[in-house]
């Protein structure tokens, strides 16, 4: 019985709390304890989201989403390998680790001229601005979990004369993968974030899920601002939900992976 239970629990304990914020929601709005103005009624945001059909919110989602995956496979893709080198090769990173964690203590918006005036004007710079911070993130944890491979396996690999790069992507990469995967997950809020930032407040791109949210406040719909802001929630909360699915699947051989 135990056993058949579990996974009945585990989904209570997501949905109880947001059932428990969705009650208070409606009781403050029902009481009218807040200006709709400011806190609109859930009803209320419900019914919006037929509007905001209506304004192609599907394809500003659509766009959004791709902007956050492409920077992601652009941090993935260099992230991942460099930092698995690093991390095998501690040497070479005792040499970048100073210069690395002044680039992650910058601000990504701070260097956002830098990327208009290196990557130009357009759809590259919003991708270029979320994948690097989102780059930083995964290789200082790929590098993290490559220094922590087990040295037995490293010694064994020595004895069978394997190359760097076979040692690397059969020992350190599966050494490394719990690492990896933490820093995709931070890196894919971080991606999340910039790009609707930059959607909203510098306006490069015509549409995409923050201009959407910046449109909706600026004309006072405020019941669609509010329906926005929790689809680009429910988006980080999938992706979210993406990553430990692959990681869950990726690293049975590990104990205690599914607790």
């Known amino acids: 019985m135990p056993i058949l239970t579990k996974p009945l629990r585990q989904p209570t ?15 403050v709005a029902g009481f009218g304890l807040v200006d709709p103005i400011v806190l609109p009624a859930p009803w209320s945001v419900l019914h919006a989201v037929s509007g905001m059909v209506r304004d192609r919110i599907v394809g500003d989602i659509a766009l959004t989403l791709g902007r956050v995956l492409g920077a992601l496979a652009i941090a993935g893709a260099v992230g991942i390998p460099v930092g698995l080198y690093l991390g095998y090769r501690q040497r070479w990173y005792q040499m970048v680790e100073g210069p690395l964690h002044a680039l992650r203590s910058i601000p ?14 357009g759809e590259t710079s919003i991708v270029a601005l979320a994948a690097y911070p989102s780059l930083l993130v995964i290789l200082v944890n790929t590098v993290t979990g490559a220094t922590l491979a087990n040295k037995r396996r490293l010694y064994q690999a020595k004895l069978f004369e394997l190359s760097s790069f076979e040692t690397i992507t059969d020992i350190v990469f599966y050494e490394a993968l719990p690492n990896i995967f933490d820093g995709v997950r931070t890196a894919a809020s971080y ?11 510098v306006g490069l791109g015509e549409r995409g899920l923050g201009r959407a949210i910046y449109e909706y406040q600026a004309t006072y719909r405020i019941p669609e601002a509010y329906a926005a802001v929790i689809v680009a929630g429910a988006i980080g909360i999938l992706l979210n939900l993406v990553v430990n699915t692959l ?13």
């Open 247 to 259: 990681q869950n699947r990726m690293l049975r051989w590990l104990p205690n992976v599914h607790e």
């Open 108 to 121: 990504a918006s701070a260097l956002f001229p830098l990327f208009l005036i290196i990557v130009g004007v």
């Open 191 to 201: 991606s999340m974030v910039l790009v609707i930032a930059v959607e909203m407040f």
């Open 13 to 27: 304990r997501v949905i109880a709390p947001l059932l428990l914020l969705l009650a208070a929601w409606a009781a």
